[in-house]
């Protein structure tokens, strides 16, 4: 075991993002009148930037203290002006973080682009289904891998250990990282979750993402996420990291969809999943 | 310089300025948090209601200074007393206030009209040896809010989750401050012109405006619920004649002591107001004609009897009284009842005044 503990998670200001997600800000601030809505439509497929907004509107300067669940809630609360303030102030991911140093272990690029379309295709299944909490739906899918993230620039060393063991005794990433470091990057992103504030509702998604079971609270919800992060990756936008993979015949059984349904529901989704990647400005 | 050492060193030269400018980023980020907080504090503070700031405070206020517990005390400069107004500490008492003397550290900081800062307040002269099983740190901040000079009140700071306050969070909490003082400030000038616009200058009772609003109020609440509604009109007699011989600084007495006299006797939901020079009105919800008279005799007799000094000499004023109650049956508002009891009062100065009479429906017909 390493000395890594959860309680270092909960002292993270931010999580980085992409440095041509930052640049994109940075250009969309210089832009004319526009840019206000430029900037929206960014941070809305940015986990990191999502997690940095969460946490503000869910403090108590703005009235709902651990109440916004998602992101189009948080933008209507906070405004285009503080969201802009918000971006400004996260650091950039550096995958050389001195000039010595080997990479981060991860390909970030891929983690947002599958992050962004989990989400798109979440709130899109959410709707589909006549769930209510499609913005809900969205950010879950959305910051999914927030602990990854984490866990991955913060701490790479442990990280790649948890790697090598995956890799090594051929157990999912998840399996690997209790091993070696006692909890998994769920975890870490649920911890991160409570320490800014977020409501409970997004920690119980996220955490049971990997495995949704009926009778947890916001089953319902973890297991479009779950569905939908499946459909992401066998729609060609996959995370690249070895994760637990549950069936999708299991998914659509939890949630009730029949496989005839869910043929029926593909090219929305697609079309959903189209959408935001080409509002994602990732190259 | 050969090409491998020349490499060296810029690598080490770009990697001393990506961590100078990531330093940068950071403090510039905290400046900007800091500035987002203060706009969005001066937005939701901006408000003409003390007690709405004051919970705002509570909501707040712990989150942007980045202490768990605060204090917030409004001066009263004439009594010298400090009044607490807003808080979160569990173990404190709403309400709960104090001489200026019994707190060295506010006094001190009122007196200097500066912040007094202690990391470990028990070792500080304030509270030597003194400890708070409430607080993790030991770290105290008073601040001394200001207007123009003019002391309004004084903010405490107690407790942090990182251990410690540091002078950074010290500069932003006297930033925060200013803001807070100057909405206290708006706040307390507009209710005290807000009660001005109600209020008799003299006597602090209702002016005869908010008297004839409240009526009106009355009379609609009396017509809804069938509930009984009397009113009492006094005006002092012959008011000319104590200000001819006594002067008009006695006639001022005299009016101040009726409204103290009237006060007395008036009950929670009672409405005493100066309806005009020498003549006062007093609006009994829930009452009906026997309690009027009842009250108005009390308010006569305390009066009469009461005596005034001018001189050596000492003196008696007395009162007429006309009462009425509201009947829905034969008034349609507020000008036929402050009629019936305005008849009342005539006849009780036509009758010799120093005398409390009963108006009537009938009255009306008469009139």
Sequence with gaps: MISLTLDQFRLLKYLPSLPEQIDNVLIATRASSSMDYSIVEMIQYDPAMAMAVLKVANTPIYGYPGQISSLQQAAGLLGPGAIKNITLRIPILERFTDNLSEPLPLDYVQIWVHSGITAAISSGLSRLMGETESDVSFTSGLIHEAGTIALSVYFPAEFAKAQDFAEKNQVSLLEAEKQVLGFSHLEVAGEMMDAWGFPPQLSQIILQCAEPKKNNMNWELAGIVALAKSLASEWGFPSGIKNKTIEQKNLLALLGISEKGMGQWESELKKYAEFALNTMKIP | ?367
């Excluded at chain 2, 569990?90 to 001489?99: A, N, T, V």
């Excluded at chain 2, 400890?131 to 003019?150: D, Q, T």
């Design chain 2, 1 to 367: 310089m050969n090409p491998l050492e020349n490499e060296k060193l810029r690598l080490q030269e770009s990697e001393t300025v990506r961590n100078l400018l990531k330093r940068q980023n950071t403090l510039l980020g905290n400046s900007l948090e800091n500035l987002d907080h203060l706009i969005y504090l001066q937005k939701s503070i901006n408000l003409l209601s003390m007690q709405e700031i004051c919970r705002v405070m509570v909501e707040k206020l712990p989150f942007i200074l980045s202490v768990r517990y605060f204090t917030f005390f409004l001066f009263d400069k004439n009594r010298r007393r400090l009044s607490l107004a807003s808080h979160n500490h569990p173990d404190l008492e709403d309400g709960h206030s104090l001489y200026q003397n019994d707190s060295l550290i506010m006094k001190e900081a009122m007196n200097s009209g500066r912040y007094i800062f202690e990391q470990d307040f028990s070792a500080s002269r304030y509270f030597l040896g003194r400890k708070n099983l409430l607080f993790s740190c030991r770290f105290f901040v008073s601040i001394p809010l200001m207007i123009e000079n003019e002391i309004i009140g004084v903010l405490n700071l107690n407790d942090n989750q990182k251990g410690f306050y540091n002078v950074g969070d010290l500069d932003f909490a006297l930033n925060v401050s200013e803001f807070v003082a100057l909405s206290i400030s708006n706040a307390m000038l507009y209710e005290r012109a807000e009660k001005l616009s109600v209020t008799d200058g003299l006597t602090g009772l209702d002016n005869h405006q908010q008297m004839q609003t409240l009526l009106k109020n009355e009379v609609v609440r009396c017509g809804r619920y069938n509930s009984p509604l009397s009113v009492i009109i006094m005006d002092i007699d012959h008011f000319k004649q104590v200000n001819d011989t006594y002067g008009h600084q006695k006639g001022d007495e005299i009016l101040l002591e009726f409204s103290a006299i009237m006060k007395k006797f008036c009950r929670s939901n009672d409405v005493a107001a100066r309806y005009g020079g020498e003549e006062f009105f007093l609006v009994l919800p829930e009452t009906q004609i026997e309690g009027a008279l009842h009250i108005a005799e009390r308010i006569r007799e305390e009066m009469a009897s009461h005596k005034f000094q001018s001189k050596g000499k000492g003196f008696n004023v007395t009162v007429s009284c006309g009462i009425a109650e509201f009947d829905s049956n034969y008034m349609q508002d507020t000008t036929d009842l402050i009629k019936v009891s305005d008849l009342a009062l005539y006849k009780a100065k036509n009758e010799g005044r120093n005398r409390t009479i009963q108006g009537t429906a009938d009255d009306l017909l008469n009139a």
